[in-house]
């Protein structure tokens, strides 16, 4: 059997569901589980093709956040996963996140697993990361990665800080790139039902509305009277309010809820340009590949990103959109003078130069991991 946990609750279409499809379909494995937390609304177990899901109900559950009340939690999840798996006859351990890693470095030990460890950022670098928080998180690697059998990340400068920091442990470059259907996109027609009229343009901001993800910055630049393009955030978080506030006193700013992961890319095709404007706060937002990125590139629109390292490099490599510095100023300059015009010019052809971005060129990586993993004996794979 192939162990899959994961730190959050198991929904719709997380890289956990693809990665582990992929794994199911190649033919590799005959037996997978997933292991994540319980949510309200799902079922504690779960078939889907090739795989099981379960989902672990936490008594614990309803404490706060705090450090102590974590601790309780984390307790009983550690004890939860190793008596249903201590006596499974597990090949692989595929660690999603840092929180489980201790747990799959027990359960290697009683088990004899190959442990991979899937970090989905840097891990120890996230915005959240501080004081004593960070420390652990830091302690948690230190220990831990040096047992790992292989290891898993979703940028190339992540993928080189982990590489430096832990020289013994070979790291493979997994990017979150959505899949792409089958099926001709049909957009949804945004710009009509938020009424973006004439040469005015419509970005399109996808995904969590927290701190640190240029909300604040594109809410004050859209909003700023010289500015004639619309902007739509899609998502939900601790900023929708503010976003609420100001789309009050500005009709160029638009929010609507997130709609299910398989229309994602049908409503972000209804805009003309994506918005990734990603604060240099942390290691893990500066070296980061956001979802957003792709699923604009991937819909056929190019995109207006941050200038930093890793996002610099796609928009460049693909010629697929425009850098910018964060600071309000600049942008707003930007968008005074970027006219529809410049977009198609970008637009044009973009899908053939993007045709690279795909999952299943990721997925690829994924199950020669796993193929060089199962057919080698030893600790490490190279």
């Known amino acids: 059997m192939i162990l899959h946990i994961v730190r959050?609750?198991?929904?719709?279409?997380?890289?956990?569901l693809k990665e582990t499809m992929a794994l199911a379909a190649s033919g590799i494995v005959n037996e997978l589980e997933i292991s994540g937390f319980h949510e309200q609304g799902y079922s504690e177990g779960e078939e889907l093709p090739g795989r099981t899901i379960w989902r672990v109900r936490l008594s614990t559950r309803p404490l706060p956040k705090d450090i102590i009340s974590q601790s309780f939690k984390y307790a009983e999840w550690h004890a939860r996963l190793v008596r249903r798996y201590r006596k499974t006859p597990l090949r692989v351990i595929h660690c999603h996140d840092l929180e489980p890693l201790p747990i799959a470095a027990r359960l290697k030990r009683l088990t004899g697993a190959k442990l991979v460890y899937d970090a989905h950022e840097?891990?120890?670098?996230?915005?959240?990361?501080?004081?004593?928080?960070?420390?652990?998180?830091?302690?948690?690697?230190?220990?831990?990665?040096?047992?790992?059998d292989a290891m898993i990340t979703v940028s190339p400068s992540i993928?080189?800080?982990?590489?430096?920091?832990?020289?013994?442990?070979?790291?493979?470059?997994?990017?979150?790139?959505?899949?792409?259907?089958?099926?001709?996109?049909?957009?949804?027609?945004?710009?009509?039902?938020?009424?973006?009229?004439g040469k005015a343009l419509l970005f399109i901001y996808l995904g969590?509305?927290?701190?640190?993800?240029?909300i604040e910055i594109a809410l004050e630049t859209f909003s700023d009277v010289r500015v004639p393009h619309h902007v739509l955030f899609m998502g939900s978080g601790p900023l929708r309010d503010k976003i609420d506030a100001v789309s009050?006193?500005?009709s160029r700013i638009h929010y609507l809820p997130p709609v299910p992961p398989s229309q994602v890319l049908a409503y972000a095709a209804g805009a003309d340009v994506?918005?990734?404007?990603?604060?240099?706060?942390?290691?893990?937002?500066?070296?980061c590949l956001p979802n957003k990125l792709f699923e604009s590139l991937l819909a056929g629109l190019p995109v207006l990103a941050s200038d930093l390292p890793d996002l610099a490099c796609v928009v460049h490599s693909h010629n697929c959109g425009w850098l910018v510095s964060n600071e309000p100023t600049t942008i707003?300059?930007?968008?005074?003078?970027?006219?529809?015009?410049?977009?198609?010019?970008?637009?044009?052809?973009?899908?053939?130069?993007v045709k690279a971005l795909r999952w299943e060129n990721e997925a690829e990586q994924l199950l020669g991991l796993y193929?060089?993993?199962?057919?080698?004996?030893?600790?490490?794979?190279?």
């Open 159 to 197: 993928r080189e800080w982990y590489r430096q920091r832990f020289p013994g442990v070979t790291v493979t470059l997994v990017r979150n790139i959505p899949h792409l259907p089958e099926v001709q996109l049909v957009p949804e027609p945004l710009r009509e039902r938020l009424g973006v009229q």
């Open 208 to 214: 969590g509305l927290g701190r640190g993800r240029g």
């Open 332 to 353: 707003v300059n930007f968008l005074i003078n970027l006219s529809r015009e410049d977009v198609e010019r970008v637009r044009d052809e973009l899908p053939k130069r």
């Open 122 to 148: 840097l891990e120890t670098e996230r915005v959240t990361s501080k004081g004593i928080r960070q420390a652990l998180a830091r302690l948690v690697e230190q220990r831990f990665i040096p047992q790992v």
């Open 371 to 382: 193929k060089r993993l199962l057919s080698n004996g030893s600790r490490n794979v190279r």
């Open 8 to 16: 959050n609750p198991v929904t719709n279409d997380s890289r956990v």
């Open 274 to 287: 994506g918005l990734c404007l990603i604060e240099d706060v942390c290691l893990s937002y500066r070296y």
């Open 248 to 250: 009050n006193h500005c």
